[in-house]
């Protein structure tokens, strides 16, 4: 599994499966420990959410240990961490919300 | 099934809520009450003196959240109309968060749907906010929105 740390055209695919292309965002603490809001990855097909958040996770030891407080969306829904991914998807960690 | 002739006023804004509008845009002849929630900018977190705030949204989503927060409500209360604003960037002390109005013809429904609407909003909509202390600034500790249940791995069918 390659990996590129640089936020904008990241691949975690061989070239043989079928690739999913998404974006992901970032926010809260979670934006400041990545050190970017946006990004656009490449991954397998229907890799489920966790899957994203492990690779981040793996370059960014200070995010994996927020995963137990984090939840994550699909297209702007709340979304359990097995959805799967298809091209086009826009993915977001959330931190637990404060607004109000 | 009467249709609203005016909609629900949902915004994040950027600069200070306009709350005279908002209390204007849900009061109709027919309401006999109109109640109001102000969420404002206090001076201490923690026990510590909060200098000012910070406010980010994931804005596409969190507008799509209150929206659903105001569907809510109208199925919730027989209620009139709704205005909801959460503002966005740099606040200080003093100054409105989020306000929200809501009119019915009798108070008991707006009363109850006032409260509805800001529980749910500071559970659901991603919006946060980073508090800024002489010494430092903090994300605030803030509330574990209800995530869907995971699904197991696939099961073969039987």
Redesign the interface.
Known sequence: MARHSSAGYNSLVSLSSPTARVKVLFFGRLKEIVGHAEDSIELPDGSPIEVLFSHYGANHPELARYRASLVASRNQEFAAWSTPLHSGDEVAFLPPVSGG | MAKLLQPDLLALVRDPIDQAALIHHVHAAEDGAVVTFD?CVRNHSHGRRTLYLD????E???L?KIREIAEQMHEKFPIHLVAIA?RLGRLEIGET??FIAVSSAHRPAAFEACRFA?DT??????????EYFEDGAV?????????????R?AKPAS
Do not use: C, F, N, Q
């Open positions: 969420g406010y980010e949204a994931y596409s989503m969190a799509g959460h968060s989020v800001i909003l500071k559970r659901t909509v991603p919006i946060w906010k980073k994300w605030a500790d803030g509330e574990m929105p209800p995530a869907p249940l995971e699904t791995a």
